[in-house]
């Protein structure tokens, strides 16, 4: 079993303390939290050990759950890979590059394991078209959220668009041409609202929009390729696929016609669908069952720190040409 700690036991960390709880893998050491009130209250309602100083948690674990706010992550990584632990750290991986650089090249020294919560990559219904050949001509992205006063430390591109980012970035295998980007604060002070083009040297395109104020709870990635369309909704995990092909490397099921055109006396083409109701797994507790199982097979995480960093250098380029178009109005 692998020794884990828990740093940070807030909205999100009590959802990694009780997962890890239930993980036969894992050996849950405990937590620390800075806020003693809350740290007591988290210990009883899970029936977990927390230690009141982080270095005595450290000493006692092989690896850690970072799950502090984003500008703490990177003294808080350097502390445990300097006491010989792998890490999760959430996303986003640091707070700047030279952060992340840093971290990775740590890790490296040390012989440590990263693994950054990006944790769409582990929601079943991205899963359930694994597989998919995918070969995006363009992808459209929305993830749309009512305001919530957790994360807004960061704009919405470090704290939600950048699940969307790591996506695409997984999904399009060819270097970026360019990016066009709008978006503005409307009740913090950092962007609140986003929308980025972004042009790929293969000419695939994709267009990402993300809010944290609106009225309403969206998240959906579209994949346009040739034959094939693909609407993933990460909410309700389900994923439809539309094709005018109708063969078992993109159906899973039996699919349904629900277009057809007749091309002269003999000839029909189709579209197919399909919906896939996918497995309802628990994203979370899948991702911290791949670290754990990373650390006891001594492989490298199927989301590594240079995924983590990858997404940040992109997030970071768009909040600062957006930030550079506000401050010409
Ligand atoms: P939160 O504010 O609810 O909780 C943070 C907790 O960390 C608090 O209990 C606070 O007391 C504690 N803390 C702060 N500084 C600390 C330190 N130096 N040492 C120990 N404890 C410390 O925040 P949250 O919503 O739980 O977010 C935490 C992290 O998780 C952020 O990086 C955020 O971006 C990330 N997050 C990821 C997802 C996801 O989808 N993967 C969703 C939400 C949040």
Redesign the pocket.
């Known amino acids: 079993m692998t020794k884990i700690g828990v ?8 959802f990694h303390i009780n997962n890890l709880k239930n993980l036969e893998t894992v050996d849950l050491i405990g937590f ?4 003693s009130k ?1 740290s007591q209250q988290i210990s009883e309602q899970y029936d977990v050990d927390s230690f009141d100083n ?1 270095e005595k948690l450290l000493k006692n674990c092989e690896a850690v759950s ?5 500008i ?2 990177y ?2 990584a350097k502390t445990a890979l300097l006491h010989g632990l792998h890490i999760f ?4 991986f640091m707070h700047t590059l030279s952060q992340a650089d840093e971290i990775l090249k740590l890790a490296k020294e040390t012989n440590r394991f990263i693994q950054v ?4 990559r582990f929601n079943p219904a991205l899963e359930s078209i694994e597989h998919l050949i995918l070969e995006p001509l363009f992808i459209e992205c929305h993830r749309i959220s009512p305001f919530n006063p ?2 807004i ?2 704009s919405i591109i ?3 668009m950048i ?1 969307d980012l790591d996506i695409i970035l997984t999904l399009v295998d060819s270097p970026i041409e360019s990016i066009d980007t709008s978006g503005t604060p409307v009740l913090t002070d950092t962007i609140d609202i986003a929308n980025v083009r972004i042009k790929f040297k293969n000419g695939c395109v994709a267009n990402i929009t993300a809010s944290r104020v609106s009225d309403k709870q969206i998240r959906k990635i579209r994949i346009f390729q040739k034959d094939t369309y693909v609407n993933i909704d990460f909410l309700k995990k389900e994923t439809e696929i539309f094709s005018i092909k109708n063969n078992p490397n993109i159906f899973k099921n039996e699919p349904k016609s629900i277009a057809s055109l007749h091309i002269g006396e003999t000839q029909e083409k189709n579209i197919y669908y399909s919906k896939n109701e996918s497995k309802n797994t628990n994203a ?1 507790l899948e991702e911290l069952r791949s670290f754990a199982n990373s650390i006891a097979t001594k492989t490298e995480p199927s989301v590594n720190g240079r995924d983590g960093l990858k997404a940040l250098q992109l997030a970071l380029q768009i909040e600062e040409q957006i930030k550079q178009n506000l401050m010409k109005i």
Do not use: N, Q, S, Y
């Open positions: 740093i940070g036991a807030g909205h999100l960390g009590k620390f939290d800075i806020d809350r982080i970072i799950v502090t706010p984003t703490t992550h003294e808080i750290c959430e996303k986003p919560g990006h944790i769409e957790r994360g430390d960061v470090l704290d939600l699940h979370m």
